[in-house]
């Protein structure tokens, strides 16, 4: 009986989420401000808003944070402030846009606000994103929430973002990443303290075989230290994972 009640609960949240997506066709309304916009307006944004977004162009090679380039020599990873004497067990990590108070009204929406139709246009960018790199990979992973988690919110973000993109990469998206421990809110805590609490509360599943010597996208909404991707790739790189890129919607600049 309990799990007759927790399947239809899903289904009708499923529904609700389904008939909200359906509720916001692209391009009638900008989807941050919510003013009319013309049918051809990018992203469904008004001008003004998309001249809020500050799209990453040079970001870092390894970590994907926006560099600063302080001579005229070619920025790598030894000279990203970010990246100094730190390890990541991913291969690379991309960013389309830089975190601010106005870029995470599309994230925050989503993830707090059940506008889970923004996935769509995340995933858009990310996809063209994608394309500019030219990013070759074998299957779409992406961050698990904790069941408990994902039980209250309804959906996991990332994985909305990552079925869209998958969608319209023609690429196969792989449920096989399992949190097993329901985490503190990472965004309270400090690089010492996410790595702490992220310590071990990842596995994978049995199908994980699928994945060996396979390249693999990893998919999240924001980069903030990376201590979330970065554990979920040393799990992924220990299963014979050959390479790791992540991609993720934000970055956020913090200091090193």
């Known amino acids: 009986m309990y799990n007759f009640l927790i399947h239809k ?12 997506e359906l509720l916001y066709p692209d391009n009638i309304s900008c989807i941050i401000c919510n003013n009319p916009i013309k049918t051809t307006n990018t992203y469904s944004l008004c001008t003004s808003c998309f001249k809020e977004l500050h799209f990453i162009l040079d970001g870092c090679l390894k970590c994907g944070k926006p560099t600063i380039n302080d001579s005229l020599e070619e920025i790598d990873i030894y000279n990203c402030r970010y990246c100094k004497c730190k390890s990541f067990y991913f291969d690379r990590a991309i960013s389309c846009i830089e975190y601010s108070e106005f870029s995470k009204k599309v ?16 995933a858009t ?3 063209e994103r994608i394309q500019l790199e030219s990013l070759e990979f074998d299957y ?4 698990p929430l904790h069941k ?11 994985e909305k973002i990552a079925k869209y993109l998958g969608e319209i990469l023609g690429k196969d998206v792989l449920d096989i990443i399992v949190r097993t421990e329901n985490t503190k809110r990472l965004y309270k805590l400090n690089k010492e303290e996410r790595k702490k609490e992220l310590k071990n509360v990842f596995e994978l599943k049995e199908e994980s075989f699928k994945l ?14 990376g201590s979330t991707v970065n554990e979920i790739s040393k799990i992924l790189k220990l299963n014979n994972v050959n390479r790791i890129t992540v991609i993720t919607f934000l970055t956020r600049t913090i200091d090193t």
Do not use: A, C, P, W
């Not at 779409?140 to 961050?143: A, R, T």
């Open 9 to 20: 609960q899903k289904l009708i949240r499923e529904i609700f989420h389904t008939s909200l």
């Open 107 to 122: 994230v925050f929406g989503l993830k707090y606000n059940s506008k889970t139709y923004m996935s769509r246009y995340i």
């Open 125 to 127: 960018i990310m996809k």
């Open 140 to 143: 779409i992973l992406f961050v």
């Open 148 to 158: 408990k988690r994902q039980r209250k919110r309804g959906f996991n973000q990332s």
């Open 212 to 225: 060996k010597n396979k390249n693999i996208l990893l998919v999240d909404d924001i980069f903030t230290t």
